[in-house]
């Protein structure tokens, strides 16, 4: 088990949808991240939140959009996606301090028909 | 450009056969070295944090090191629950905030 979840574990979706990834931590983490994995490659990052602001955003398409309510929760929008846009999408989160590590999710499954 | 390599792709050991994966690094302001484990379908779980060059961390059978321009996971005596893959990933500042480099990763398979 792992101190940030994800929801839902699995999601599969049309291109015409409309849907949205959860995640939440509950360790006092103030910065919480986005990452997309696609099979037998390493997690590529999307998003960054610090201190419920948006800090770093890796040119991700529009289509994909990020909200952090509070500093608990980190969801990520998705809209008009794309066959290529199913991956692993992966959350995680850390203290905000310049050596602090990761703490990943065990991810969403997401697959675009 | 920020590079994180990492080698052997793939590793397939025999239990109890130690050996070394490596991680080599070209970054501006290396903030921290962080070595993962990720099972398949699962997220990255952390192992280590390495700071700086000369460091060494030990968990269990696994013993990670650091130089200026690489670093090491030593596998001792491996056993078949060690079987995944390996991630590397570095910190590097990005305005006020760090970004988190990964490397392509070593699939390790410990056969009984």
């Known amino acids: 088990d792992t101190e940030v979840t994800q929801t839902p574990k699995h999601l599969v979706m049309g291109m015409t949808n409309k849907k949205s990834l959860k995640c939440e931590q509950h360790?006092?983490?103030?910065?919480m991240y986005w990452y997309k994995q696609k099979a037998k490659k390493p997690p590529e990052l999307m998003f960054v939140?610090?201190?419920?602001?948006?800090?770093i955003n890796e040119s991700v398409p529009s289509r994909f959009s990020p909200e952090c309510p509070n500093s608990s929760l980190l969801n990520l929008h998705l809209h008009a996606l794309q066959p290529e846009d199913s991956a692993l999408y992966l959350c995680?989160?850390?203290?905000?301090?310049?050596?602090?590590?990761?703490?990943f999710g065990n991810g969403t499954r997401l697959t675009v028909t | 450009e920020d590079q994180v390599t990492q080698s052997p792709e793939a590793l397939r050991l025999q239990e109890g056969e130690s050996s070394s994966l490596n991680c080599s690094y070209t970054v501006s302001g290396l903030r921290g070295l962080f070595w993962y484990r990720q099972d398949p379908g699962k997220g990255p779980e952390f192992l280590f944090t390495l700071y700086s060059a000369g460091e060494e961390k030990e968990k269990e059978r696994l013993k990670a090191t650091l130089t200026k321009k690489e670093s090491f996971l030593h596998i001792t005596a491996p056993k078949p629950e060690d079987s995944a893959t390996y991630l590397c990933a570095v910190h590097v500042p990005r305005g006020a905030t760090n970004k988190l480099i990964f490397g392509t990763g070593t699939l390790l398979a410990v056969q009984p």
């Open positions: 360790m006092g983490h103030r910065a």
């Open positions: 995680a989160s850390s203290h905000s301090g310049p050596n602090s590590p990761l703490h």
């Open positions: 939140y610090s201190y419920e602001k948006l800090s």
